[in-house]
């Protein structure tokens, strides 16, 4: 019997069945599909992002083991120190390495240094590299950067991209010679067959991210301003930005009275799939996309998106699974909002099949689950 290869998977947080963000959501996921395969040990922080309470579902500054046998260390805020930390690293012997981002310094820099030697070390970018990313702290990220190349801190480790675009990105940043691996995001198992849907008599779109400036939350907003018809639009996610947000509630405040918006804060990331199916259209104009598990999972309830055409889901109208636009586009925008907003029922039921099927194709492609093994079987080897 083969002997199943360990694991180390770093993480700054790391709940399965919340809806902390797409690089948990990408652990969670890839844990899942290839726990039978492998050994996984995830060391994270007791509590989410912006919050001040630990997870109330786990055991803190100890070994937990989920439904699938992975076993996952919470460090409460006390002991997320260099000291406790570099010792649990080192508790047990591991095949392989993989630290989710890139400027965290307790779960992307320090792990980064105290495996400075292990020959298997993977760094999973997670869109942290991109363009995009650079809008917000651009100046620091780039000091950092510039200072870790100077140090070669990244000479020895292993790039993880999910596309070929985070690829690229990687290797201008690094240089050409840097190793880099592309295996797509894994997504959601699909357990439903699909059920055909039929088009609200009062349109009914979901944003589901988190309320800042790079999701578009604001950008979004303004559009329905600009809506003649009867719509609702619910949002779902964590505010980072309180001024931000702020903003968002003056744009909400000059709605018109035919357009509902309401704010259903953080979304239960388990009851995603069933939720979606409560509406027409799913929205989010973001600045960009590493992968977007939220647009994939709108695909497998059969719900079309409107989105920005900075993600790597494109071509979605020849595609008839919804509009990947410039948001910048203001016309553009609001002819695709009414566009959906009066498409027939006949158009949207097509349109809903035309979604969920693209999904399943993507969600069972076995060339998909053989890349992410490849990560750990055959990647820096």
Same mark, same amino acid.
């Given at each position: 019997?083969?002997?199943?290869?360990?694991?180390?998977?770093?993480?700054?947080?790391?709940?399965?069945?919340?809806?902390?963000?797409?690089?948990?959501?990408?652990?969670?996921?890839?844990?899942?599909?290839?726990?039978?395969?492998?050994?996984?040990?995830?060391?994270?922080?007791?509590?989410?992002?912006?919050?001040?309470?630990?997870?109330?579902?786990?055991?803190?500054?100890?070994?937990?083991?989920?439904?699938?046998?992975?076993?996952?260390?919470?460090?409460?805020?006390?002991?997320?120190?260099?000291?406790?930390?570099?010792?649990?690293?080192?508790?047990?012997?591991?095949?392989?390495?993989?630290?989710?981002?890139?400027?965290?310094?307790?779960?992307?820099?320090?792990?980064?240094?105290?495996?400075?030697?292990?020959?298997?070390?993977?760094?999973?970018?997670?869109?942290?590299?991109? +363009?995009?990313?650079?809008?917000? $702290?651009? *100046?620091?990220?780039?000091?950092?950067?510039?200072?870790?190349? /100077? &140090?070669? =801190? %990244?000479?020895?480790?292993?790039?993880?991209?999910?596309?070929?675009?985070?690829?690229?990105?990687?290797?201008?940043?690094?240089?050409?010679?840097?190793?880099?691996?592309?295996?797509?995001?894994?997504?959601?198992?699909?357990?439903?067959?699909?059920?055909?849907?039929?088009?609200?008599?009062?349109?009914?779109?979901?944003?589901?991210?988190?309320?800042? +400036?790079?999701?578009?939350?604001? $950008?979004? *907003?303004?559009?329905?301003?600009?809506?003649?018809?009867?719509? /609702? &639009?619910? =949002? %779902?996610?964590?505010?980072?930005?309180?001024?931000?947000?702020?903003?968002?509630?003056?744009?909400?405040?000059?709605?018109?009275?035919?357009?509902?918006?309401?704010?259903?804060?953080?979304?239960?990331?388990?009851?995603?799939?069933?939720?979606?199916?409560?509406?027409?259209?799913?929205?989010?104009?973001?600045?960009?996309?590493?992968?977007?598990?939220?647009?994939?999972?709108?695909?497998?309830?059969?719900?079309?998106?409107?989105?920005?055409?900075?993600?790597?889901?494109?071509?979605?109208?020849?595609?008839?699974?919804?509009?990947?636009?410039?948001?910048?586009?203001?016309?553009?925008?609001?002819?695709?909002?009414?566009?959906?907003?009066?498409?027939?029922?006949?158009?949207?039921?097509?349109?809903?099949?035309?979604?969920?099927?693209?999904?399943?194709?993507?969600?069972?492609?076995?060339?998909?689950?053989?890349?992410?093994?490849?990560?750990?079987?055959?990647?820096?080897?």
């Amino acid at each position: 019997m083969k002997t199943k290869k360990n694991i180390l998977i770093t993480i700054d947080w790391f709940l399965p069945g919340t809806d902390s963000g797409g690089p948990v959501r990408s652990c969670a996921n890839f844990i899942a599909h290839l726990s039978q395969d492998f050994n996984f040990y995830v060391i994270t922080r007791d509590t989410d992002y912006c919050a001040s309470h630990p997870y109330t579902s786990i055991e803190s500054n100890a070994w937990n083991t989920l439904e699938n046998g992975a076993k996952v260390y919470y460090c409460s805020s006390d002991r997320v120190a260099n000291t406790h930390l570099t010792k649990l690293f080192r508790e047990k012997t591991f095949d392989t390495i993989y630290i989710n981002g890139v400027y965290s310094w307790y779960f992307s820099i320090l792990p980064l240094l105290v495996f400075k030697n292990h020959p298997r070390v993977i760094v999973a970018s997670r869109g942290m590299l991109n +363009p995009q990313a650079f809008s917000v $702290k651009p *100046l620091k990220k780039r000091v950092y950067l510039t200072l870790a190349k /100077t &140090l070669g =801190l %990244y000479n020895k480790v292993h790039f993880h991209a999910t596309n070929t675009q985070e690829k690229e990105h990687v290797l201008h940043l690094f240089g050409k010679n840097t190793s880099v691996k592309v295996a797509p995001n894994m997504p959601r198992v699909l357990k439903a067959a699909f059920t055909e849907r039929t088009k609200s008599s009062v349109p009914s779109f979901i944003n589901l991210a988190r309320i800042s +400036p790079e999701k578009g939350t604001l $950008k979004m *907003l303004e559009a329905f301003l600009r809506i003649k018809t009867p719509v /609702t &639009l619910d =949002l %779902y996610g964590p505010v980072y930005d309180q001024s931000y947000w702020d903003t968002c509630l003056s744009v909400i405040q000059k709605l018109p009275s035919w357009v509902k918006v309401t704010y259903k804060g953080i979304a239960n990331s388990q009851e995603v799939p069933e939720l979606l199916k409560a509406y027409d259209f799913f929205i989010m104009l973001s600045e960009g996309e590493n992968f977007g598990h939220a647009i994939l999972e709108a695909f497998s309830a059969g719900v079309p998106v409107i989105i920005s055409n900075k993600t790597p889901w494109s071509g979605l109208q020849e595609k008839n699974t919804g509009w990947d636009i410039d948001t910048n586009n203001t016309n553009l925008l609001d002819q695709v909002l009414n566009q959906a907003c009066d498409m027939s029922s006949k158009e949207y039921t097509q349109m809903s099949k035309t979604a969920y099927n693209f999904a399943n194709q993507f969600v069972n492609d076995t060339q998909l689950l053989k890349s992410n093994r490849s990560l750990f079987d055959e990647f820096a080897t």
